[in-house]
């Protein structure tokens, strides 16, 4: 025991001496200069973006008018409550009244035209208001007007009127050149507290998982944002406005580290939109985008790569009249590469409607010649029919996994499975149902997806099916187009 204590007493002193040989002399508890100037420098533009900005950020109070339904609304007395009237029927006692609920969110002033001045916000902000009262910094109150807003995208344009030429309007940045560690700052009213403004850095940019709007790749923050905020800019070091602080995560209900803001540049030409039209008006070229596991990936030729896949085209849409067809796996638009389904639907919505696009897709493995497309604008949803949905499925892999599902025990059966049949479609004419397998398009064998789409777009005005079933094969009825 007295042999450890000494080794262990020995090791103690040889540390106490590498210490003394390799820490750094003692220094005053003071600050130099020059770090103390870097500090100074920090919070000086700190203090010039918020000079800058503070007075271009408003408050945006509202009032909603809702309707509830009174259940003693029809009744003559308390006790009909109790013992119902035998004269009135359930739907009588119920009389529609109205309250007025007021919330509160925030803005930033964005454009000016004369006496006019419009203010951005969130949808979820202003969208449903009767009344709209705008705030400035300087206690001055406006009645504010609707002038547009979206849902999709969550954004509201509003406006007010004042002869009073020195309100400054905000500089809109580029949200495109946003990287992680990025030094921000975000500015509103959160909980009511108006002229706040929070610190921190970009966490990360192209937020859009799937629980996220697909119109929006988000901006994420570690800005302190809180209920109030909604609305209110993200801006940058050069007090330029990079975001509109939309939403965060959180378990309490506060602020904890993970704000969501919307990227101005998604933003830009709605402001355009929303004073032009009133509504943002989005893009549409018609086809029904998926995205794509690895094993389609190898069997569409596209493996490794990035990009959208075009699992269905409406027959009466630009993108039909183009010529991009079900299967093409979508590489580029305009030039750009497109690295997700969602990247695409996003700046598909961005164009405007009567001009051209151009589209590169990968169909059969093959890169093929740009399709030119000319987009029209999106009807709404209601009005999109799957009768004109083309072909109506969407062919999956005939994977050993789904062949133990579909007991398909023959090695010998190859094809495409029949997944997401849609009602009212071609596919739902021709019988097809989920788990069928395709063995042939028109009497031509296919063994895999890229076959099968090959085939399905060598089909000029008619397409019938082989579908493997019970040991046999059936042919589906003719379905002209």
């Known amino acids: 025991m007295k042999r450890y204590q000494k080794i262990l007493a020995c090791i103690t002193f040889v540390g106490l001496i590498a210490a003394s040989a390799f820490a750094d002399p003692p220094k005053k508890a003071t600050s130099s200069k020059e770090a103390l100037s870097i500090v100074e420098a920090l919070q000086t533009t700190f203090r010039s973006v918020s000079d ?43 009389k529609q009244r109205q309250y007025e609920s007021k919330g509160l969110g925030s803005g930033v002033i964005v454009r000016n035209a004369g006496n006019t001045y419009y203010v951005l916000t969130n949808n979820h902000v202003a969208g449903s ?16 007007k609707l002038v547009g807003t979206d849902e999709r995208m969550d954004i509201a344009l509003v406006s007010f009127e004042s002869k009073d030429k020195s309100i400054p309007v905000a500089k809109l940045g580029d949200s495109d050149s946003v990287r992680p560690g990025d030094i921000c700052m975000a500015f509103g009213a959160p909980l009511g507290y108006s002229q706040s403004v929070t610190q921190g850095i970009i966490s990360a940019v192209g937020r859009s998982e799937s629980h996220m709007s697909a119109i929006s790749d988000y901006i994420q923050t570690d800005t302190a944002i809180n209920q109030g905020n909604s609305g209110g800019p993200l801006v940058n070091i050069y007090g330029e406005v990079i975001g509109i602080n939309t939403w965060i995560a959180s378990q309490s209900g506060g602020s904890q580290g993970l704000g969501f803001a919307i990227p101005i540049n998604n933003i830009k030409n709605s402001i355009d939109s929303f004073i032009k039209n009133g509504k943002v008006i989005y893009g549409w070229v018609g086809v029904s985008l998926v995205d794509v596991s690895k094993e389609w990936k190898q069997e569409l030729g596209v493996d490794g790569m990035d990009g959208a896949f075009a699992a269905e085209v409406f027959t009466n849409s630009p993108a039909f009249k183009g010529g991009i067809k079900p299967g093409d796996f979508i590489v580029e638009l305009n030039g750009k590469k497109v690295k997700s389904t969602n990247q695409l639907v996003r700046e598909v919505g961005t164009l405007e409607a009567g001009t051209t ?17 000319k987009i029209e604008e999106r009807a709404k949803d209601s009005e999109i029919q799957n009768s004109k949905m083309w072909p109506g ?32 479609s071609p596919a739902a004419s021709l019988r097809l149902q989920n788990g069928d397998v395709i063995t042939a398009v028109n009497g031509t064998t296919v063994k895999n997806l890229a076959e099968f789409y090959n085939e399905l777009a060598n089909a000029k005005k008619s397409v019938n099916f082989d579908i493997y079933s019970n040991g046999g094969t059936i042919t589906t009825g003719t379905y002209k187009f």
């Open 129 to 144: 208001a009767t009344k709209i009262s705008i705030k400035l910094n300087d206690e001055r109150e406006f009645e504010g």
């Open 52 to 94: 800058t900005l503070l007075p271009a950020v408003v408050e945006v109070d509202v009032t909603e008018t809702k309707t509830y339904n009174d259940p003693f609304g029809g009744m003559t007395s308390p006790f009909e409550w109790f013992f119902g009237n035998p004269n009135q029927n359930d739907d009588s006692n119920k």
């Open 357 to 373: 696009a151009s589209f590169v897709v990968i169909r059969g493995g093959v890169k093929q010649a740009p399709i030119t497309v």
């Open 393 to 424: 499925f969407i062919a999956a892999p005939l994977t050993d996994e789904t062949r133990e599902q579909l007991k398909i025990d023959d090695k010998r059966v190859e094809g495409v499975v029949v997944t997401n049949v849609e009602e009212k």
